[in-house]
């Protein structure tokens, strides 16, 4: 095989950055905006986020890191979706961790994007790349006919988008080299540092870390004959009672999901549902048959979630009590729209601040 050729204009302004870091930054306005493999103008509707450095106290590379980037043992592994109608909710998400973080330039983020989707692999990647040009990241493309004949539908159609299930994945495609990862949903920010979020131990067997909330009556995620049926229903024998977590937010050790096949006993449960409704939500009833009650429960800080407000109505909900650590408007409500409506509630305000959405015709506008 031939070497690749590496075409110039890709080297020239690698060396000029690395001798004036600021030229990749100014002398290329037209990165944002580029030309698809069909020749249609992609427009980049975000705008370059600040760079984050690390502060001193960060730890570097051990001699043990050779390899690839992603294997580094002083990293923190962060893996979200990315599609059309959160992306700019993941961008914002991103920046948030990057704010907070006393070690922005060891997050290393894991993004899962549909592999037939529009915008694909390609342009989300230039995507990120453009709003944040020094963040180590990967795109994976998720093939989403794994799961297409498992989803059975649920009562909300947004719950039913295959990248949903791709966090019950991760474990497959994430390199194999990431034991540990902290999955978020796109609809989050966070206001903290996300190492402390990472240093939480996982004791015994304990596969997932997450809030949990056991003062919700758990009976309700089930229909009555999947509590009816003792073959189904024993499946909580042995543990500590069940409560109710949020799988927007996990802490996931992935070396002990790959040793117990945990992915698996997730799709058992998925296909039980196509045949008997055992259920009414979507990707997280799965979660709670196959790890409730066997929850590393992480403090209530690391999950304000329900921000969205109700499902049906349009209602504002205001914080809990107590400290914050991540802000997630779970539900149908998002701050984008809600902001880009005119009709934000009050807690939209804290996700404002983190939005890097410009919209093309605002770039035209500044040129
Ligand atoms: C950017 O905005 C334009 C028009 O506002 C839209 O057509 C395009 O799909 C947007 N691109 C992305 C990546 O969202
Ligand atoms: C919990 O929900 C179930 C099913 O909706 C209901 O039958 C039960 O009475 C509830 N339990 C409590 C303590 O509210």
Known sequence: MPPRLIPLFSIIPLFLSLFCPSFAIRSFPMMTDFIDESNVIFYNNFTEAPVYRNGHECPVSAKNDAGSPACASFLVHVAMTLDAEYLRGSIAAVHSVLMHTSCPENIYFHFVASGSGKPTVAELTRVVESTFPSLAFKVYPFDEKLVTNLISSSIRKALDNPLNYARSYLADILDQCVDRVIYLDSDIVVVDDIRKLWSISLTGSRVIGAPEYCHVNFTK???????????????????????????????????????????????????????????????????????????????????????????????????????????????????????????????????????????????????
């Open 221 to 367: 995620y089930f229909s009555d004959e999947f509590w009816f049926d003792s073959k189904l229903s024993k499946v909580f024998d042995g543990r500590r009672r069940p409560c109710y977590f949020n799988t927007g937010v996990m802490v996931m050790d992935l070396g002990k999901w790959r040793v117990g096949n945990y992915g698996a006993k997730i799709e058992e449960w998925m296909e039980v549902q196509k045949e008997r409704r055992i259920y009414e939500l979507g990707s997280l009833p799965p979660f709670l048959l196959v790890f409730g009650g066997d929850v590393e429960p992480i403090r209530h800080r690391w999950n304000q979630h329900g921000l969205g407000g109700h499902n049906v109505l349009s209602s504002c909900r205001s914080l809990h009590p107590g400290p914050v650590s991540l802000l997630h408007w779970s539900g149908k409500g998002k701050p984008w729209r809600r902001l880009d409506e005119g009709n934000p509630c009050p807690v939209d305000r804290l996700w404002a601040p983190y939005d890097l959405y410009r919209p093309f015709s605002q770039h035209q506008e500044q040129r």
